[in-house]
């Protein structure tokens, strides 16, 4: 067999039987079949055997994995803001106009995460941080977990005392010294609709780190909580008003099967352009793009960019009420579960997609080919950023971009005759 990818001549019924239920002990998961291939998902858990130096493992070059070896770079909630903050130092080091600040001493491009410490290592910075706004609220998360376990939210030091707090030496102890947290400011003034708080998943597929290629999927969905949202400290404890994760709402009483509290990402567009404006919705999703790549480029250094491996990212993005968005994590194995009709189609297209571009047409893969599919082959997918042809438009691209001064497709300015033109990442 194949890794991921695989050509299987199968003998009997019982033995494809038999060998799919081992792939599926294997933390492999069947996502599509034809006459010659079947194609695995693997785990996260399984990546990492593969990769380890004990496994021995040595992928040939028709073997393609569906992770890096060391994604948890930008999808363990500590490490994504770990990188974040050293690419910001670096880029202030270089003295990139990206790092541009304000007089407040916030970034002007680069604040897209809400200001977060690691727990325990950065607790007396958090103790600093939390006394100068007392009323403030925050969101606590173990960095290894997903679909909201282990979440709660504080508005006082003594609440996290329960996670245990060393009296003789006065500092912060982990109540496990294996699992660590963030603790995050929480947006307390998220854009409502219809008085409840959403987030947008949303997927951007990574075909290679060096050069940087990603695309993003238009086909992204909106995830609502089930009851009206409301500031009060009263109701920190309701996850049913702060947390969106779908495997938290269903359990809600007014969690609606049909719909799944969901809203697709134009129905989004649709509804900000009309109450908000075509141009103030345009800067948003633009805004968005920027949040993406940037955090992409922030992890590249440092990611293994083996040839066999692509990746597809869920990013989770919070909107406030002045239409700012916020980066909250992003996801290495974004749920493939449909919980409605919608939800199989779109996740459906998503995979047949995917594939296209990490193998095209269906053939044999070859890990060796430069990775830049042909647009017919995208579906859903456009390009997001292409570092190669954002180079060839010189060192000052991003800054251009950001501050909406639109580049083409190769990177070369766009002339018109004097309206104003949106920013684009194609």
Not at 97 to 108: C, M, R, S, T, V
Not at 273 to 288: A, C, P, Q, W, Y
């Amino acid at each position: 067999f194949r890794i991921m990818a695989g050509k299987v001549k199968w003998v009997t019924d019982i033995e494809k039987s038999v060998l799919i239920n081992n792939f599926e002990k294997r933390g492999w998961i069947q996502v599509a079949e034809n006459e010659d291939w079947n194609f695995y998902w693997m785990s996260v858990q399984t990546i990492r055997n593969v990769f380890s130096v004990e496994a021995g493992y040595r992928l040939s070059d028709d073997q393609v994995v569906n992770h890096f070896p060391n994604h948890y770079e930008l999808t363990r909630k500590d490490l994504m803001v770990k990188n974040i903050k050293r690419y910001r130092k670096e880029l202030e080091k270089e003295g990139s106009p990206l790092a541009e600040k304000d007089e407040n001493g916030k970034y002007i491009y680069l604040d897209f995460v809400p200001v977060t410490f690691m727990l325990p290592a950065d607790y007396n910075l958090f103790v600093e941080e939390f006394r100068k706004n007392p009323s403030s609220t925050w969101i606590m998360k173990p960095c290894g977990k997903a679909q909201g376990k282990g979440i709660f939210l504080i508005n006082k030091l003594s609440q996290i005392k329960k996670w245990s707090r060393d009296s003789k030496t006065s500092s912060f102890v982990s109540q496990s010294s294996k699992e660590a947290y963030v603790i995050s400011l929480y947006i307390n003034n998220p854009l409502l609709i219809g008085g409840k708080k959403f987030d947008l998943r949303l997927y951007v597929l990574v075909s290679t780190y060096r050069p940087l290629r990603c695309y993003m999927y238009k086909l992204g969905f909106c995830r609502f909580c089930t009851v009206k949202y409301t500031p009060s400290t009263s109701e920190l404890d309701n996850m049913f008003v702060h947390l969106t994760n779908v495997a938290i709402q269903k359990h809600g009483d007014d969690y609606n099967h049909i719909h799944g509290g969901k809203w697709t990402v134009s129905n989004l567009r649709l509804y900000l352009e009309s109450t908000r404006g075509k141009e103030v919705t345009n800067k948003l999703f633009d805004e968005i793009h920027w949040i993406i790549v940037q955090s992409l480029k922030a992890v590249a250094p440092v990611m293994n960019n083996d040839k066999h491996c692509f990746e597809c990212y869920g990013y989770d993005i919070i909107i406030d009420d002045k239409l700012k968005p916020w980066l909250i994590e992003v996801n290495a194995s974004p749920s493939l579960t449909s919980s409605t009709a919608n939800d199989r189609i779109l996740k459906y297209n998503l995979i047949n997609d995917t594939l296209n571009i990490a193998v095209p047409n269906g053939e044999i893969p070859d890990c060796k080919w430069n990775k830049s599919p042909p647009k017919e082959v995208l579906g859903n997918y456009e390009v997001l950023y292409d570092e190669e042809m954002a180079q060839s438009d010189g060192p000052d691209h991003d800054l251009r971009s950001r501050s909406g001064q639109s580049t083409g497709v190769k990177g070369s300015r766009a002339r018109d005759s004097g309206k104003p033109v949106l920013t684009t990442w194609k």
